[in-house]
């Protein structure tokens, strides 16, 4: 059964760090563009981050570039993304999703197959 696990959330301070992991069971990650989302209450599911297949590809959303950087390891089937210098506005539930429908590019619409159950973050002082 492919599934999607996110972990890594929690209640950090303005200008702190957390680093999100994405770990996909039941499937071969490397085959599949990995894409982080988030999504603050009261407001639509956003694109943070996303990669490729091969890794060669990466997006940002504005909001988030220069803070946050995606990684994957398809040794260990996981796809990082590292936040720093998080502010109030990243609060947010943070999805991770993969698609096997691209290949070498990614996107940071929901144009995803496969989606985890989210974690929590907090940026709160």
């Known amino acids: 059964q492919l599934q999607l696990v996110e972990s890594g959330g929690g209640l950090v301070q303005p200008g702190e760090s957390l680093r999100l992991s994405c770990a996909a069971s039941?499937?071969?990650?490397?085959?599949?563009?990995i894409g982080w989302f988030r999504q603050a209450p009261g407001k639509e599911r956003e694109g943070v981050s996303c990669?490729?297949?091969?890794?060669?590809?990466?997006n940002y959303a504005d909001s988030v570039k220069g803070r946050f950087t995606i990684s994957r390891d398809n040794a260990k089937n996981t796809v990082y993304l590292q936040m720093n210098s998080l502010k109030p506005e990243d609060t947010a539930v943070y999805y991770c999703a993969a698609t096997r429908r691209l290949f070498g590019v990614c996107v940071l619409f929901p144009a995803y197959d496969y989606w985890g159950q989210g974690t929590q973050v907090t940026v709160s002082s």
């Open positions: 039941g499937f071969t990650s490397d085959y599949y563009a």
């Open positions: 990669i490729s297949n091969g890794g060669g590809t990466t």
